[in-house]
């Protein structure tokens, strides 16, 4: 049995979609609240709509879907403030994460352009900023792009991430299902862009996609980090690319058994020995610990007694997730965060 991460240890989650993020009874009360007619009264039927189950068959679209509800329940500005204070804070309750990237896309909150888009950003900020009074939390928003979307919207969102960067904005992303007209090269500028005003790059890639489109944002995009990336795994090309360019992979092992994305923990566990083999730096995540039913800690608690990562493992996944993070500062804190797992891992050793 691998020992766990001490609960003593603070986390740092890098990967998690507000949509998937707020607990069914909280999403339950802002949808009454904003007098949103939901497709049934009873509230068990509604928490199965919104969270995974075994009796739904697992694929990517089929996970995509859940967000359909969430993302309109929480498409306002007292939708969106709650939403983040709720998951911000609970993190820090629940699995004492003390850095919390929270990605989401506000033109997907503002009700196809009914609701003002400022509006909506700046109530997820005062979410932020509420949980950070009552926690000690460093939060930060992630806007995410989305590839069914015309480019002209999505150079909106870059140009709203770097207005409100001072804020509370930490990066960008690009997320959602393959599209016919989503073309990687058309985003080289606007993430050049980005990058030029401090924002921190991500991109889901080498999850649903072809293998080789990893290699292919990387060369293209230049990313910080890598949204899931599993597939990089099968592409020595992609390996060394992640290797030579320190680039960090954001792992989110369950969501992608949920997705069929990852056949099962015997292939993962092929997955994590070759990043290993292959000096790439990697971190584990959620995705969204409501929809999906698991917290960070399930995560390393799973992957450590399957035996898949080692305590240690677990300790530099930790290490790699605050060192990696967009928000600033945290960097700089590491070392003293993670001595409580150092001493176990030293009293490991000895005994």
């Known amino acids: 049995m691998v020992r766990q991460l001490s609960r003593k240890v603070a986390l740092a989650e890098l990967h998690c979609h507000l949509g998937g993020a707020v607990t069914p009874a909280i999403m339950w009360g802002i949808a009454h609240a904003q007098g949103i ?96 009074l009552e926690y000690p939390v460093k939060p930060g928003l992630i806007f995410c792009l989305d590839r069914a979307f015309p480019y002209e919207l999505n150079e909106i969102l870059v140009e709203k991430a770097i207005a409100w960067r001072d804020r509370g904005v930490i990066g960008v992303d690009i ?85 069929a994305v990852v056949s099962g923990w015997d292939e993962f566990r092929w997955i994590f020995d070759t990043f290993r083999r292959n000096e790439v730096r990697f971190t584990i995540n959620t995705d969204g610990p409501e929809m999906l039913k698991t917290y960070i800690r399930d995560e390393l608690a799973t992957l450590g007694r399957l035996g898949i990562l080692s305590l240690q493992d677990q300790q530099q996944a930790a290490a790699t997730s605050l060192a990696a993070s ?22 490991r050793e000895e005994a």
């Open 175 to 259: 997320a959602g299902p393959e599209s016919a007209t989503f073309r990687l090269a058309d985003y080289r500028r606007l993430y050049r862009r980005a990058r030029q005003f401090g924002l921190g790059l991500t991109v889901h890639t080498g999850e649903a996609g072809p293998v080789e489109e990893v290699a292919r944002a990387i060369e293209l995009l230049e990313p910080d980090r890598i949204g899931h990336g599993v597939k990089a795994a099968y592409d020595p090309r992609a390996m060394a690319m992640l290797r030579e360019r320190g680039i960090v992979l954001e792992i989110c092992p369950t969501s992608n058994l949920n997705t």
């Open 37 to 132: 007619r939901l497709p049934t009264k009873d509230y068990w039927e509604f928490r199965d709509m919104i969270t995974v189950s075994s009796r739904r068959a697992r694929s990517f679209d089929g996970y995509l879907q859940l967000f359909h509800w969430t993302e309109l329940i929480q498409s306002s500005p007292l939708a969106v403030e709650r939403a983040v204070y709720e998951v911000v804070g609970g993190a820090y309750r629940k699995n004492n994460v003390t850095t919390m990237e929270l990605r989401f896309n506000p033109m997907k909150r503002n009700r196809g352009g009914e609701q003002d888009l400022d509006h909506i950003i700046a109530a997820a900020l005062r979410g932020m900023d509420k949980a950070t």
């Open 326 to 347: 967009f928000v600033p500062n945290v960097s700089d804190v590491p070392a003293a965060l993670m001595e409580p797992a150092r001493r176990e891992v030293v009293e």
